[in-house]
Structures are given as structure tokens and as C-alpha cells.
């Protein structure tokens, strides 16, 4: 879209914007998202619980609701009697990259057996994130990064996961390569996925793009790699629930809270018209 058009639109478009994006959270609290995180249990479905932030919230606030929702999980596996299969997602950026922060939550993982797992920003965050990651590593055992398949540099980042030992999320990626022309994001999936295949402690194939995903996950049974298929709540998934039924594969569905935004930019609706409908469709027909 042409942007002096985009900027007329703006003012417009944040308050639609922000009425469609509730239909991919749970809700705003702590307590939505863990009753989704449980319902899914209860349906044989893993979870992880990720808590979108709004520009307010300080870097402690931040912690705190993270520190709050492992509590919440400890609660969950004590009144189910058993491990109540949800790691906790973070996202470094929204408290500071500071790693004495992030060891309280560290901490409390440990203690409570969950792993901590770093969502993907922008690729000026990656080498930050893997840095508190080896930081926290003698503390913790289990963690997770993510990599988009539509960055050059995540080949060679697949390779330090796999030298850390870390559960990775594959996915396409919301932010873009800044080092050079776009890459399709199939293909780099697919690059990533082809790179962890036999070497990775687990790898979340996240996708709704149901024909990557099934290339995806075919690879990795191939090389005996322990996988799963990770689904957004909010977007389309019978179809991957049925196969994965079928499959025998895993789902884990990234259960959010907190500040609603949404999975796709107006930006794109000149290559890709059917965003506005799932505009009109998450504005006006879903709760
Ligand atoms: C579990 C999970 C975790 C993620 N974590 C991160 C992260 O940490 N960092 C990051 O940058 N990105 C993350 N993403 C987002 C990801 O990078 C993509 O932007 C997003 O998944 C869309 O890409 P896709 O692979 O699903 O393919 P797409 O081509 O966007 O979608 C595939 C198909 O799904 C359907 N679909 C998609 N969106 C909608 C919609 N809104 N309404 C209706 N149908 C729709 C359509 O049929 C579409 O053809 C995550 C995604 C998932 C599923």
C-alpha cells in the first residue's frame, strides 16, 4: 500500500485493528490464558503461555507477570495431579534484555520443571537473546529459541542451538531480513528445518501453512527428530488437528494474553487480498 495512503488510513484503521486482533488472545489477564492453557489439557493439548505486552509495562512488570503465570502453571499441575504440559514464552525485549530479571524467572523454571522459551523479534535481537541464554544456561537446563525461516543467518543459528542443546520453534517470521533481499520463507523454513533434522532436542514446526508444515514435519520424523506441530490460537487449525491426529503428531497451541495485535499487516493486502476479509471477519462475525 502506497504510504501516503497508509498514513491517511491510520488513524482509521487502529481502532478496527484493535477490535479484530482480540480474536488471537485469550484475553487481557493472566486468568484468560491459563483457562485456555487448561481447556487444552483437558482436550490432550499442550500449550505455552506468552503474554503480549502493551508499550506500558516496565521491564519488571514484565517479569512479574511472568514469574505470576509459572505460579499459575505450578497450581495447574498440582490440581491435575500431574505435569501440565505448557512452557512458558518470553520475549526479551519487553523486559529490557536484562538478564537479572530474567534469572528470577530462571529460577522459578527450574524449581517448577518448565521450559523457558524466547519468542523471535527482530534480527538486531538475535545475537542479545542467545547471549542470555548462555548466561542463564548454568541455572537451567531447558530452553527454547525461535527462527524464522525467511533470515539468511538462521542456517548458521540453527547450528548454535544445536551446539546449546535448545528446543527450537521454527517459524516464517513476522520481522524482515534486514541483510540483504527477501528470501521466500517456505524455502528458509524448510532450510531450517532441514538443518536441525536428526540434531535437535525438539523442534516446534509453527506454521498454519498446512503443506509446509507437513513437509516439515515429514523431514524431521524422517531423521527421527522429536517434533511437534505449534499452532496460534484464534487462526485456522482443524485441519492440522486432524492430521496430526492421523499422524500421531504432537500439537502445542502458543496460547496468548495481554495486549491484543494482530498476526498480519493491512501493509499486505495488495498481494494478499484475503487479509481483508479476515479483517471483516475478525471485526464483525468472532467473539
Ligand atoms: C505457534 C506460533 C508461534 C509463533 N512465534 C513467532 C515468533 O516468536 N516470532 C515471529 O516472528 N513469528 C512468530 N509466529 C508467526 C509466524 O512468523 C508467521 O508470521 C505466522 O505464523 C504466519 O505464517 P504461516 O506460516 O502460518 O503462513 P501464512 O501463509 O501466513 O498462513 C498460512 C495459512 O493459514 C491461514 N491463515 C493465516 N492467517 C490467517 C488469519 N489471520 N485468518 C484466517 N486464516 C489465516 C491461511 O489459510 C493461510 O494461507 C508464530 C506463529 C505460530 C503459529
Redesign the pocket.
Given at each position: 500500500m502506497n504510504a501516503a495512503v497508509e498514513k491517511v488510513l491510520r488513524p482509521l484503521w487502529q481502532p478496527v485493528a484493535a477490535r479484530a486482533a482480540r480474536a488471537?488472545i485469550a484475553g487481557p489477564e493472566l486468568s484468560d490464558g491459563v483457562r485456555v492453557c487448561r481447556e487444552l489439557w483437558q482436550r490432550g493439548l499442550a500449550s505455552?503461555l506468552g503474554f503480549w505486552d502493551g508499550a506500558g509495562e516496565s521491564p519488571r512488570q514484565v517479569i512479574d507477570v511472568y514469574l505470576a503465570s509459572l505460579a499459575a502453571m505450578a497450581s495447574l499441575d498440582v490440581a491435575a495431579d500431574q505435569s501440565f504440559d505448557c512452557y512458558r514464552?518470553v520475549k526479551p525485549d519487553a523486559f529490557g534484555f536484562d538478564a537479572a530479571l530474567l534469572g528470577e524467572v530462571v529460577l522459578r523454571a527450574h524449581a517448577t520443571g518448565r521450559r523457558v522459551h524466547?519468542?523471535?523479534?527482530g534480527p538486531e535481537g538475535v545475537e542479545r537473546t542467545f547471549a542470555l541464554i548462555a548466561g542463564a544456561a548454568a541455572r537451567h537446563d531447558d530452553f527454547g529459541c525461535?527462527l524464522?525461516g525467511?533470515w539468511r543467518r538462521s542456517v548458521a543459528d540453527a547450528d548454535r542451538a544445536v551446539e546449546m542443546g535448545l528446543s527450537v520453534?521454527v517459524?516464517?517470521?513476522?520481522?524482515p531480513d534486514l541483510e540483504g533481499p527477501p528470501i521466500d520463507?517456505r524455502a528458509g523454513?524448510l532450510g531450517v528445518v532441514d538443518r536441525l533434522a536428526g540434531r535437535a532436542r525438539h523442534v516446534?514446526v509453527?506454521?498454519?501453512?498446512?503443506e509446509?508444515?507437513r513437509e516439515a514435519l515429514r523431514r524431521l520424523r524422517e531423521r527421527g527428530t522429536p517434533c511437534s506441530h505449534?499452532?496460534?490460537t484464534?487462526?485456522?487449525s482443524r485441519q492440522a488437528l486432524a492430521e496430526a491426529r492421523t499422524l500421531g503428531t504432537p500439537v502445542?497451541?502458543?496460547v496468548a494474553y495481554g495486549n491484543a495485535w494482530?498476526?498480519?499487516a493491512l501493509s499486505q493486502a495488495a498481494h494478499k487480498p484475503?487479509?481483508l476479509w479476515?479483517i471483516v471477519?475478525?471485526t464483525l462475525l468472532r467473539k
Amino acid at each position: 500500500m502506497n504510504a501516503a495512503v497508509e498514513k491517511v488510513l491510520r488513524p482509521l484503521w487502529q481502532p478496527v485493528a484493535a477490535r479484530a486482533a482480540r480474536a488471537y488472545i485469550a484475553g487481557p489477564e493472566l486468568s484468560d490464558g491459563v483457562r485456555v492453557c487448561r481447556e487444552l489439557w483437558q482436550r490432550g493439548l499442550a500449550s505455552t503461555l506468552g503474554f503480549w505486552d502493551g508499550a506500558g509495562e516496565s521491564p519488571r512488570q514484565v517479569i512479574d507477570v511472568y514469574l505470576a503465570s509459572l505460579a499459575a502453571m505450578a497450581s495447574l499441575d498440582v490440581a491435575a495431579d500431574q505435569s501440565f504440559d505448557c512452557y512458558r514464552s518470553v520475549k526479551p525485549d519487553a523486559f529490557g534484555f536484562d538478564a537479572a530479571l530474567l534469572g528470577e524467572v530462571v529460577l522459578r523454571a527450574h524449581a517448577t520443571g518448565r521450559r523457558v522459551h524466547f519468542d523471535s523479534l527482530g534480527p538486531e535481537g538475535v545475537e542479545r537473546t542467545f547471549a542470555l541464554i548462555a548466561g542463564a544456561a548454568a541455572r537451567h537446563d531447558d530452553f527454547g529459541c525461535t527462527l524464522p525461516g525467511g533470515w539468511r543467518r538462521s542456517v548458521a543459528d540453527a547450528d548454535r542451538a544445536v551446539e546449546m542443546g535448545l528446543s527450537v520453534r521454527v517459524v516464517k517470521g513476522q520481522w524482515p531480513d534486514l541483510e540483504g533481499p527477501p528470501i521466500d520463507p517456505r524455502a528458509g523454513f524448510l532450510g531450517v528445518v532441514d538443518r536441525l533434522a536428526g540434531r535437535a532436542r525438539h523442534v516446534g514446526v509453527a506454521t498454519h501453512d498446512l503443506e509446509l508444515g507437513r513437509e516439515a514435519l515429514r523431514r524431521l520424523r524422517e531423521r527421527g527428530t522429536p517434533c511437534s506441530h505449534e499452532l496460534l490460537t484464534g487462526l485456522p487449525s482443524r485441519q492440522a488437528l486432524a492430521e496430526a491426529r492421523t499422524l500421531g503428531t504432537p500439537v502445542r497451541f502458543y496460547v496468548a494474553y495481554g495486549n491484543a495485535w494482530l498476526p498480519y499487516a493491512l501493509s499486505q493486502a495488495a498481494h494478499k487480498p484475503r487479509i481483508l476479509w479476515w479483517i471483516v471477519r475478525d471485526t464483525l462475525l468472532r467473539k
